[in-house]
């Protein structure tokens, strides 16, 4: 792994936001600043990859005046340099309908990401006159939990991850992480070879496992950790920060 640098130029790095780029406090350190400007500035994309609708994530990248692609809500939505939309993929409103009885069963929380807001334990009235992105089950309880995920996977209609050990999130299946970067390098003319992915939990999996070189950082969760090539430092000690000075800069 050590001469991975003279193989692949990284030319591309994709970043997940909770848990990674951010510490405990969502905040972005100044190392972590420091690094992705001098990457920038080397002229290598850096790309916010994350869960987060682009509502919630948008005062991060233009804090780090980030000039690239935003791969948001887990692959669902891709935004362009200028912000504008090019590709959206939906969750259709029966689903969400159903997912909705499923937390009522189950007595979880949830949340739930439309195309306007982001919804935490409540839903409109109606439903089907929203477009969907993407549904969440916050529950802590580890059997309620397995119950609900292989509910969602008997559909056969969702890909099923999570952003922290007590969630699930669900997405259309076949959208994830790395089919976004996969559009993106396209349009940009690269290779996944050459991207570096970063991230934490398992909604990062995807992109981490096709990435030229996928990092997990010291606080991601121990399957991320096994898919890494190289795991850096947690979330509070700067790891975004260490994986771009080894290999990127």
Request: aromatic share 6%; hydrophobic share 40%.
């Amino acid at each position: 792994m050590e001469n991975f640098k003279s193989d692949h130029e990284i030319k591309l790095i994709a970043l997940d936001m909770d848990g990674t780029l951010l510490n405990d406090q969502h905040e972005i350190s100044e190392a972590n600043r420091l690094a992705i400007k001098e990457a920038q500035e080397k002229g290598v994309h850096i790309v916010l990859s994350t869960g987060r609708s682009l509502r919630s994530c948008e005062k991060h990248a233009d804090s780090l005046s980030l000039t690239s692609y935003l791969v948001t809500v887990n692959g669902s939505e891709i935004w362009d340099d200028k912000r504008g939309l090019v590709e959206r993929n939906l969750v259709n409103s029966e689903s969400i309908q159903w997912m909705i009885e499923l937390t009522e069963k189950h007595k979880s929380r949830f949340w739930a990401i439309s195309t306007t807001r982001n919804w935490f334990d409540e839903i409109p009235e109606d439903i089907h006159g929203a477009e969907w992105l993407k549904f969440g089950f916050n529950i802590k309880d580890v059997p309620t939990r397995d119950i609900v995920l292989k509910e969602l996977l008997a559909r056969g209609e969702f890909e099923v991850t999570n952003s922290t050990p007590t969630n699930l999130e669900v997405n259309p299946a076949g959208i994830n992480k790395a089919k976004g970067l996969k559009l993106v390098c396209q349009r940009l003319g690269i290779e996944m070879i050459n991207v570096m992915a970063v991230g934490d939990s398992l909604n990062d999996l995807a992109m981490i496992e096709e990435a030229g070189l996928g990092i997990a950082m010291g606080n991601a969760q121990d399957t991320v950790k096994n898919a890494a090539a190289w795991v850096t430092s947690s979330n509070n000690e700067d790891g975004v920060a260490k994986a771009i000075q080894k290999w990127v800069l």
